[in-house]
Structures are given as structure tokens and as C-alpha cells.
């Protein structure tokens, strides 16, 4: 079923090509040797990311995964400060001190990316309970890989916010593997979504690479949550193109079989409903992929001129003044 509207489809088409260009250009960077720290590809997954994202309201809250520079930018980021931060300076997000995998706006609703599996999870669930207690109106995602609906803060979370009804979407974005083992080695299961049975609450599996089937079952599942009905297991059915991160030699799979997966290009496939529906020609199509070019390199130009962190503040915010914070 497609029920996105014309204006929705163009807007997610803006939004996927913003990532893929903000991601090819951090691979050159990070090749060039100037963008510090360890680099984990977006690319190949960006209709899950943004599918999800364009059916939230900035109020609504989203965790990461180490691989989450799609979330934040579909969440409608900063680039500017976006940028700052994976170059470690101080107009960062976080300062320059999270870089890649720490992204954190709590203005946007984005609570974080996580270098743990799964980390984002229980944090989702408790910013859903906070959000129940509140009567906010406020729906949290949890973003994870197949790797993270393993562990045990997975099934604890799931658990407690099911009994509680709470308003949160556990998505999956099963890419094909935990890191570098296959799904089929680390799951006897095809579909995960099948483990939402267990909890009693809802499980759908979507292809992940269909942007409008991503928006869709994510709408769902969001206006279930608000309404009180409880959480959703969301599983987008994707995969990445590049390694685990940037370096990694892949010797568990085949470049024949990433090829295949690339003729399935979400971006691809999204131009081609664009062009079917009479949306966007060749041309209009080549003049948005200019246009978030040149929004990615201003970004990359404001980080590289932005003064860099100073060694004296390495210890502020590491702890909370709790004086200030108005808890004693």
C-alpha cells in the first residue's frame, strides 16, 4: 500500500540524497585522512532511516546505533553542527568531544547514538515511559541493528513496554549482519519481527529499501502508540553496502553479492517512482542532488574554520551539577 502523498515522496527523496552525499563525502574525508576517529557507513540503508523519521514530530524522541548518521540528518539535523562534530570541534553537537557515534540534539528529540549493541534500546523505553507519565503525546523509536533484538536488554525492554503500553517503535534495520556474521549464523528465525509474538504486541517486516512501505508501517505503528494501544517491532528488511566500518576486508561475503544489493539501490528505486508518478524529471532529480552537494560542502567548510576543542574543558560534562540541575 502507498499512501504517501506526492509532496511526502519528493521531500523523502530530498532527505535519502542528503545522507548518501553527507556519507560519500565523510568516506572521502575519512580516506583523505581528515576526519578523525572510526567511520560507519549509512549507505545502502537510507529509505529506513527517513521513511522512519518523515512519519515522527520534532518532539518525538529517536536513539541511535553506531551507524547513525541517517537517523540524525532524517531527523532534520544541523548540518553545520552535525559536521563540527565528527570533525571534533567545539560548534559541535556535543562539543566536538561524542564524534560519529554520539550525535545527540535533544531540541530534535535525537537522544544519542550508541557504540553498544542495543544501547539505545532501554533508553528509548524509558523516554516512552517518561513520555506515558507526562501524558506528553510523544512517540520514541529505537533505531538497532538484527545483532542488538539478541540481547538481553532487547527482550527487557520489550517486555516492560508491552505490559506498560508504552508509546515506542522498536525498529530493526536488519541489514543482513551483526557486525560480521550473517543473520542466519546468530538466528535460527527469518523474520524478527516474528519475536514481537512473545510480548504480545505488534510485528511487521517491511522491505527497507521501499521508502514509501518504510513511512507506511511506521505511521502505523505510531499512531498506535499515541493512541495508547502500545509498541510496535518494526523490522526494515536492508543492507549496507559498505563494511562494518570503513577498513573493514568483508571476507564474510562476496562483492557479486553486494552488487546485487546495490541493483536495489533505495535512492534508484526512488527515482524511478518519481519519474513514474510524474513528479520529477531527469533534470529536476540531478538539480536536488546539486543542491544537497553544496548544502554538504558549506557543512564541511563551517567545520574545518570552526575553532577546535580546548584541552581545559575536557572535564566539563562529565558530571552532572545536581545543585543546578535543581535535585538537592
Known amino acids: 500500500m502507498r499512501t504517501s502523498n506526492e509532496s511526502e515522496l519528493l521531500e523523502m527523496y530530498r532527505q535519502m540524497v542528503l545522507i548518501r552525499v553527507a556519507e560519500e563525502a565523510l568516506l572521502r574525508l575519512f580516506e583523505g585522512a581528515e576526519m578523525p576517529g572510526f567511520i560507519h557507513s549509512y549507505i545502502g540503508e537510507e529509505a529506513t532511516g527517513v521513511g522512519v523519521c518523515h512519519a515522527l514530530q520534532k518532539q518525538d524522541v529517536i536513539t541511535s546505533t553506531h551507524r547513525g548518521h541517517g537517523h540524525v540528518i532524517a531527523k532534520g539535523c544541523d548540518l553545520n553542527a552535525f559536521f563540527a562534530e565528527l570533525y571534533g570541534r567545539a560548534a559541535g553537537y556535543c562539543k566536538g568531544k561524542g564524534g560519529s557515534m554520539h550525535v545527540a540534539d535533544l531540541d530534535l528529540g535525537i537522544y544519542g547514538a550508541n557504540g553498544i549493541v542495543g544501547g539505545g534500546v532501554p533508553i528509548a523505553a524509558g523516554a516512552a515511559l517518561a513520555s506515558s507519565i507526562r501524558k506528553d503525546d510523544r512517540v520514541s523509536v529505537a533505531f538497532m541493528g538484527d545483532g542488538a533484538s539478541d540481547i538481553g536488554p532487547f527482550h527487557e525492554s520489550l517486555n516492560l513496554a508491552a505490559i506498560w503500553n508504552l508509546p515506542v517503535v522498536f525498529v530493526v534495520e536488519n541489514n543482513g549482519f551483526a557486525d560480521f556474521i550473517r543473520q542466519s549464523d546468530h538466528q535460527k528465525i527469518d523474520k524478527i519481527s516474528i519475536r514481537a509474538t512473545a510480548y504480545g504486541i505488534e510485528g511487521v517486516t517491511v ?44 571476507p564474510y561475503r562476496t562483492q557479486d553479492e553486494v552488487e546485487d544489493w546495490k541493483k536495489r539501490d533505495p535512492i534508484k528505486a526512488t527515482e524511478a517512482r518519481l519519474a513514474e508518478l510524474g513528479l520529477a524529471d531527469d533534470a529536476a532529480m540531478k538539480a536536488i542532488v546539486a543542491e544537497m552537494t553544496d548544502k554538504v560542502e558549506a557543512a564541511i567548510e563551517f567545520a574545518r574554520a570552526a575553532p577546535k576543542v580546548n584541552p581545559e574543558d575536557a572535564l566539563e560534562d562529565v558530571y552532572t551539577d545536581l545543585k543546578v540541575e535543581g535535585w538537592t
Open 207 to 250: 522491505d527497507g529499501n521501499d521508502v514509501e512501505a518504510v513511512h507506511e508501517a511506521t505511521r502505523e505503528a505510531v499512531a498506535r502508540a499515541r493512541r495508547g494501544e502500545g509498541p510496535t517491532l518494526l523490522e526494515c528488511v536492508t543492507y549496507r553496502w559498505r563494511g562494518h566500518f570503513e577498513g573493514d576486508p568483508q
